[in-house]
Each structure stands twice: as structure tokens, then as C-alpha cells.
RNA sequence: GGCCACGUGGCGGAGUGGUGACGCAGCGCUCUGCAAAAGCGCGCACCCCGGUUCAAUUCCGGGCGUGGCCUCCA
């Protein structure tokens, strides 16, 4: 089956054949840095994260390239600046607010579980790609200087009749319905009320660069010649896919595709246009009037929306519950679910072998992927498998891998090996060790992986000559037990529920706990027991019984009370 | 005013020209020292009115309703 791929442009499903299999390019509008990123802005990350994933599997890894830009020249940048560091000079001050702002920003999409794109470009270093496309419009006669501004002239552009598309194919709309439904004051110095901005002059103060097409004053970039000058810079004149959310459609990606389409006089700048949804709180548009306004870190970090915190894997979830082109509504009934659900899957898969497993998707997973990304449909699968996981260890692991490929869960294997690297470097333990190094560090090397929140398999699951220590360190791990964490994977456990554990108990504590109501209960000592379920009540931890479906042994995992 | 989506069981939400995904909640049962989980089973929906068709929730037209864009916005 082939990947078929929603496009705004032509609105319709249309079979995805990239330009260069070698090297399949995407391009995705980032977020303008000045203030913490909303939970509207995570929808977009989170679905081109899954597209992103979705080719590396169809391409290989090393073949596409997964641009997403970050704006850091902008208006509402600069006015943060100058309030929030009055003392420093404006170039300093954005360069701080812009620095802080993207730092939060990825933490917040790690958080999330999407991966990092191939490359995130900043505007302010693309200026001479601006001024390159600029001066190419200028000659071409698509743009013109007036007042020391240069304006693109989408007239121009359907007046060309050449092979470029006709400007407002795009958003569907034609010129002169934007003519009649123009809100804005028409600056004096535009030739028509469609024109828009490609460089302007800068006032005092503001960050200036020199200007191209003559202009003698120094002067900054409109907003939408940023992204038509990164995505040539690194993805060429034509490249694969384009997206960003729907409300982006106009005028952004309008104006990007005319830019980029005459400067290269080129019918095409994306092959294929994606734009996400909107999204919703609680059936309202999210504002900062209505009150219903929500970061990504609230969510993670605060109590501000349903009275809890959230970990990043249920917010993901949650978006994955509304097929991406429809407007989602964000509630806390949908968290609440995903939370619930989420816990679900993590229990079943909590000692799947995962040194033996390749992270692939299973062939439905990929097939309801194929269609337009309908990863709604995939939690389907995903459900399938959960219900026969808890007697069939094949479709546990078939449900580990797809919660792996989807970003629901960190890859287990990987975190073992980052961690056993840091133990083996931090405890100076050789490369290559032999079973008897290994005994011999044993004892530091459990009390390392208990600060990194590595569990390891229970004895019963080593062989006399093989240490656990050798099972981390050789890669063989058998079981991560899911219901701790690890410091790796950091939307396993939000960071509060972190620090709850922390400043009540710790974590080595509580693992010993349970570890000692299990002998009581074995002892059927359940006064010992039940004192210890109390004890830890009491600190706002619930325990619950379980057992393991393959050996029958019995299991107690935990969680914070609500 | 122009353009565009959407309307599915108590709730959320896929999908389809002809035996109705899935989740949550609910009900019944099983298991379990306790508690909580977990497991099994049940519910029989597609806004209204026309049309096309042997057959429409699915296609077409109209209506009603909700939302979005047209202005900074993912």
C-alpha cells in the first residue's frame, strides 16, 4: 500500500510519490518564540512528529528531512523584550527572550514525545536568503519598492499567465473576494489593497538589517518571506510537504507559495500542502479574553486545568483521539480517558522483553497510517492488541512496539543503553567486562542503576552466570518495569508526580516497600502487609495487586492518588 | 457579506452504498486475603426533508444547527 496524503491545494487524497526517495523533504511553520507554547500549538508539532516517523519507516531514517523553523524576528518578540528586560539594549533583550523561549519549547515537545526535526533554522539567520528572494521578485517584476518598503504584487503575479498557479488557489479564493472582503487600512504607498509586505523599514531601536533593492535605510523582513527563505535554504526550490495549521492557510502559506512560485518561476513550491485542525477547550476558541488559555506546561506542571497535572504521554494521546483535519475539542473528560488508558497499556507491556523487539508498526498500524495519517483508527489496533496482550505475549509485544513507533512511550531499550553507558562510565568499569569484573561491581552498579530508576529483571529471569549488571550492560535487557521511571524518559512521569515522589519518600524507599509487602503477602502476613499499603496511603500512593500473565508471579505497581 | 468545514449511541470518536471500529461511562458475571486493578459478556447510533439506487448514515439537492477563516494566531 502507498501513503495517500490529504492536500489543501487540490483537496483531495492524493497518492504521495516524493521527489527524491533518497531524500524526502518537509517543511513545518515552528512556533514564534517570545512566551510558552500553548496546547493549540502542540497539535501541529505532534501530527507532523507522527508524518515524521511515518517516512523515516516508509524511507529509511537517514532519508528525510524534517525542517521546522523557528521565528525569532517578530513584533510581539521585540515588545517582550523591552518589557521584560528594560535594562538591556534590544538586541540583547530579544536575543535573551528568544533563547529562554526556545528552550522551553523544546522541553515542552520532548515532553510530548516528538522527536526533534532534522534541522530548526532561525529567521534571523536567513536574512540574505530574504534578500536574495526579495531582489529575484523585485527583478521578476512580482514586487516593487515604494516608501522604502518592498511589496509583493499578487495582481502581478496572476497577470504573469505563465506557469505559476494563480494567487488565492491555495486558500480558494480569488482576488477580487479578497478586494471586497479587505478589513484592513490600505497603506498609501500599496499599488493594490492585496499587496503585502516583503521588507519594511525599521524604526528606532527595533533590529534593522541592510536593505535589499536599493533601499538606503536599514531595514527587517514582513512575515512570510522568512519561510520561503528557509525552506529554499534547506529543502530547494520544490520540495515534498508543507505543513502547519489550518488557520495558516491564509495568508502565510498563500503568500509563501506566491513568493517562492515567482521568485523560482516555478509552478510548485510544496507537492503536497497538510494543515491540522483547530483546537478547541471545552467547546470554546481558546483566548486569553474568555480565560480558557492553556500552556503546554500548565498541563505538565500545574493543577490550572481539570485540577491536576497531565503526563506528555496522555496529552499525546488525547490529540490522537480526533483525526488531525478535524477540530478538536481539548477537555478534561478526554485527559481524564487518555490518562486512564494510557495506565492500561503501560501495565500490559510493563515486562515486554524489549532487547528482542524491533520497533516497527504492526500491518495495521501502518496501513491506517497510510490512509491520510488516520492514527484515530490506529487506537483501534492499539485497543485490539491490549485485549488479547494479557494472554498472548505476541501481541504484548506487537503493543509495545506500536506505542513505541506512535511516541506513546520511550524507546525502553534505548534508555537501558543510556543508562548503563552513563553507570559504566561514571563507575569507570571497563568496556568489555568479563563475570567476574561484573561481580565484583555489582553492588555499585545496583545502587547506580537504582538512581537512575532502571529496574532490572528479577533473578528468576537471570541465569546463574549471567549478572544483572551484564544483562544492562551487553544491551540483553529483558524487562523494564514501566511502572517506575526512568530519569530518561520524562513524559513517563510528569514532573510534579516526580517531585511528589521525591519529597515524600523517594523512590528507592518505595521500591522497597513493595518489595516488602510482597513477602509479607507471600508469608501471607497481611497485617505486615496492609500496614505497609497504609503506610504508603498515607503519603498519596495507591497500590495495586496484580499478577504476572506469563509466570503467574505476583506484582504490585503504584500510582499517585487523585 | 464571501469562503470552508462539520452534525454518528449517555459522552468522545473512526468509518462505510448492503451483517453498525474503538474508547469512556453504565449494567451483569469471573478472579482476587483486603482494596484496587484485570478478564469476559451486554447496549444496536448515524440532524431534518427531498432525490438517485434493488439498497443511503455513506452519493446529490435543500433546510436547520455548530464551528472556523477572511485581522496577530497552530
Known amino acids: 500500500m502507498q501513503l495517500r496524503l490529504y492536500d489543501t491545494l487540490t483537496r483531495e487524497k492524493r497518492p504521495f510519490t516524493p521527489l527524491d526517495p533518497e531524500n524526502v523533504r518537509m517543511y513545518v511553520c515552528g512556533p514564534t518564540v517570545y512566551d510558552f507554547a500553548h496546547i493549540g500549538n502542540a497539535r501541529p508539532v505532534i501530527v507532523f512528529d507522527v508524518l515524521f516517523r511515518l517516512l523515516r519507516h516508509l ?35 530579544i536575543r535573551k527572550v528568544t533563547e529562554v523561549t526556545e528552550k522551553q519549547f523544546h522541553e515542552d515537545v520532548d515532553a510530548l514525545g516528538c522527536l526533534r526535526p532534522t534541522i530548526e533554522p532561525r529567521a534571523t539567520e536567513h536574512i540574505a536568503e530574504m534578500r536574495t528572494l526579495i531582489e529575484k521578485l523585485v527583478a521578476g517584476g512580482f514586487a516593487y519598492v515604494a516608501e522604502d518598503h518592498v511589496l509583493f504584487s499578487p495582481q502581478a503575479m496572476n497577470a504573469a499567465n505563465s506557469v505559476l498557479p494563480r494567487y488565492g488557489a491555495l486558500a480558494n479564493r480569488s482576488l477580487d473576494e479578497m478586494i471586497a472582503g479587505a478589513r484592513v487600512d490600505v497603506a498609501p504607498y500599496k499599488r493594490d489593497a492585496t499587496d503585502f509586505v516583503l521588507w519594511k523599514p525599521a524604526k528606532p531601536g527595533e533590529p534593522s538589517w541592510p536593505s535589499p533593492s536599493g533601499i538606503k535605510s536599514e531595514g527587517r523582513p514582513g512575515w512570510h518571506i522568512e519561510c520561503s527563505a528557509m525552506a529554499w535554504k534547506h529543502l530547494g526550490e520544490q520540495f515534498d510537504i508543507h505543513g502547519g495549521g489550518i488557520d495558516l492557510v491564509f495568508p502565510h502559506h498563500e503568500n509563501e507559495l506566491a513568493q517562492s512560485c515567482c521568485a523560482f518561476h516555478s509552478g510548485r513550491m510544496a507537492n503536497t500542502w497538510m494543515h491540522n485542525g483547530f483546537l478547541q477547550v471545552e467547546g470554546d476558541k481558546m483566548s486569553k479574553s474568555l480565560g480558557n488559555f492553556v500552556t503546554i506546561r500548565e498541563l505538565l506542571q500545574t493543577d490550572k486545568f481539570g485540577g491536576r497535572n497531565w503526563s506528555g504521554a496522555a496529552l499525546r494521546l488525547a490529540m ?46 501502518e496501513r ?64 568489555h567486562p568479563d563475570a567476574t569484573t561484573l561481580e565484583v561491581f555489582r553492588p555499585k552498579i545496583e545502587k547506580s542503576l537504582e538512581r537512575f530508576f532502571l529496574t532490572l529483571p ?33 513524559y513517563y512521569l510528569s ?55 506469563a509466570t503467574g508471579e505476583p506484582t504490585t505497581t503504584w500510582e499517585i492518588a487523585r
Open 59 to 93: 524511507y529509511g531514517a537517514d532519508h528525510v528531512t524534517y525542517v521546522r523553523n523557528i521565528t525569532d524576528v517578530d513584533d510581539k518578540i521585540n515588545e517582550r523584550a523591552a518589557r521584560d528586560f528594560p535594562g538591556l539594549p534590544l538586541n540583547q533583550a
Open 320 to 365: 490522537f483521539k480526533t483525526h488531525y483535519r478535524q477540530p478538536i475539542d481539548w477537555t478534561v473528560q478526554s485527559l481524564i480517558e487518555a490518562e486512564q488508558v494510557m495506565a492500561h497499556w503501560k501495565m500490559l507491556v510493563s515486562r515486554v522483553p524489549i532487547a528482542q523487539i524491533k520497533i516497527l508498526p504492526t500491518q495495521k498500524l
Open 368 to 431: 491506517v497510517l497510510l490512509d491520510d495519517l488516520n492514527v484515530s483508527e490506529s487506537l483501534s489496533e492499539l485497543h485490539d492488541l491490549a485485549r488479547i496482550a494479557q494472554k498472548d505475549a505476541s501481541a504484548r509485544d506487537r503493543l509495545y512496539a506500536n506505542l513505541v513507533f506512535l511516541g506513546l512511550l520511550p524507546d525502553q531499550l534505548e534508555l537501558a543503553k543510556q543508562g548503563a553507558a552513563e553507570i559504566q562510565h561514571e563507575i569507570k568499569l571497563p568496556e
Open 458 to 490: 528479577s533473578s528468576a529471569n537471570t541465569t546463574a552466570t549471567t549478572t544483572t549488571a551484564s544483562v544492562i550492560l551487553t544491551g540483553e535487557v529483558r524487562y523494564v518495569f514501566l511502572d517506575n521511571w526512568t530519569k530518561y524518559n520524562p
Open 495 to 549: 514532573q510534579p508526580d516526580r517531585a511528589h515522589v521525591e519529597n515524600t519518600i523517594g523512590i528507592e524507599k518505595l521500591n522497597n516497600l513493595i518489595r516488602e509487602r510482597l513477602n509479607a503477602r507471600a508469608r501471607k502476613d497481611f497485617k505486615g502487609s496492609d500496614r505497609i499499603r497504609d503506610e504508603l496511603a498515607a503519603k498519596g500512593f495507591v497500590l495495586k495487586d496484580g499478577k504476572d500473565p
